[in-house]
């Protein structure tokens, strides 16, 4: 202790502080110790100042950046939000040309497989014209070869009557007058039967020429409608495989479960003459047909298969699927106000109608091909289960019911049970429709 006093008296000496009045002088004694414990005491209240003041001042210039930051990022949200909200458009616009140019193909596909009738009736009604052409032609040869044999004949018998003429001269004078009118009506059948069988065989040549020019204009409208199937049927087919589904097991599907609605196309039948071979023509028309009852079962298939969106109105994506703060998150988040109309993204039945934990009031259709849908923290519940919805039907509205933070859409999709991410369907339906 008397050591460290001494230190203490090198830095802080011993002093007294004078008080006088005017009766009497008094003094205060400051020893070391005490004056060393002041200035601590002092010294730390200087420092908790400063570091107080300094973090003051830090939290005033980091709410500043915090608060410019966030209107930084309100800006970029709000043009991106305009930027989907545009590309949204812009997709709705393509969706609906692109609906309209499907209409227009079908229209014109049928306008043409109607043609393709017409011009099929009209080569068999060709075909048996100059069947008949040929059947009378071949009759018109037999019957000039009959006239020349009657001719032969006369001309035989006028000269054995020639030979004979001493027997009596009025006979025979008279049987060759009756042969010579006999051979001039011979001569003049004969003619009109080869003017007929030369008119036949022109007629049959135009008749072969126009059926040529028929099968001609057939080939182009088969081509036409061919590559109209593959400019239809491609993208479809690229969208349900893009989702990775199996097209050929869906279009089975859709097919067994047929209700009346635009049933399979009947496979034409052609005449084939009585020849056992298949008809070209009616197996290229047979195969457009199927793709035709292709392009029907793939429009039944995506009204049944999710690839539309759950929201039209304007919102936001929040989440999208995958792992999220170290657990996975199964759907794709869309927020947007308390309210916004929630739609079915394609026909189904509703399974589930309810508060469920977790998700709170919770909507599940089922769909084909073991596909499922949910619609998670609705505000309200639009529908009922076992009721039949169809795409685009207003099912609940936007909420924050359930574990959630804020108002949105937790939508997911599931096949056999497992979840997928949602936007491999919208991205797919997105290229096409």
Do not use: C
Not at 276 to 285: F, H, M
Not at 391 to 406: A, E, F, L, V
């Amino acid at each position: 202790m008397a050591r460290l006093h001494a230190v203490l008296e090198r830095y802080f000496p011993e002093k007294r502080l004078y008080l006088r009045s005017d009766t009497e002088t008094r003094f205060v004694r400051l020893r070391s110790e005490t004056q060393m414990f002041v200035w601590v005491t002092g010294s730390i209240v200087v420092a908790w100042t400063i570091i107080a003041t300094a973090i003051v001042l830090m939290d005033s210039i980091g709410a500043g950046n915090f608060r410019a930051q966030a209107q930084r990022e309100q800006i970029e949200y709000e043009s991106r939000l305009q930027a989907l909200a545009t590309e949204r458009d812009r997709r709705a616009e393509e969706a609906a040309a692109a609906s309209a140019r499907f209409g227009s193909a079908l229209e014109q596909i049928s306008m043409m497989q109607s043609e393709l009738l017409h011009s099929e009736d009209r080569r068999r009604e060709l075909e048996t014209g100059i069947e008949v052409i040929q059947s009378t032609l071949r009759r018109t040869m037999q019957e000039r070869e009959a006239l020349s044999e009657r001719m032969d004949t006369l001309q035989a018998a006028i000269a054995s009557g020639e030979g004979t003429a001493g027997v009596g001269a009025g006979s025979s004078d008279e049987t060759l007058d009756l042969l010579a009118a006999a051979l001039a009506d011979t001569a003049a059948e004969r003619d009109i039967i080869e003017a007929n069988a030369q008119d036949a065989i022109e007629r049959a040549e135009e008749l072969e020429l126009e059926l040529r020019l028929m099968e001609d204009k057939n080939d182009e409208i088969f081509r036409q409608l061919e590559e109209a199937m593959m400019v239809s049927v491609e993208p479809l087919d690229n969208m349900f495989r893009a989702a990775g589904l199996d097209t050929d097991r869906l279009l089975d599907q859709v097919r067994q479960g047929y209700s009346g609605m635009g049933g399979p196309m009947m496979p034409l039948q052609m005449s084939t003459r009585g020849s056992t071979e298949i008809d070209p023509d009616a197996a290229r028309a047979n195969g457009i047909l199927s793709e035709m009852d292709r392009i029907n079962l793939y429009r039944i298939a995506a009204e049944r298969t999710p690839f539309a969106m759950p929201v039209f109105e304007n919102f936001r994506f929040t989440s999208g699927y995958g792992m999220r703060w170290g657990r996975m998150h199964y759907g794709t988040d869309f927020a947007g106000p308390i309210g916004t109309p929630i739609h079915a993204t394609a026909d189904g039945v509703v399974t589930h109608a309810g508060w469920s934990t977790g998700y709170g009031r919770l909507i599940k259709i089922q769909h084909e091909a073991g596909i499922e849908t949910r619609y998670a923290h609705l505000n309200a519940i639009r529908v009922e289960v076992g009721q039949r919805v169809s795409r685009g039907d207003r099912i609940g509205d936007m909420g924050n019911s359930g574990r959630s933070t804020g108002p949105h859409l937790h939508y997911e999709v599931r096949v056999g049970g497992e979840a997928v991410n949602p936007m491999i369907y919208i991205r797919a339906g997105q290229d096409v429709f």
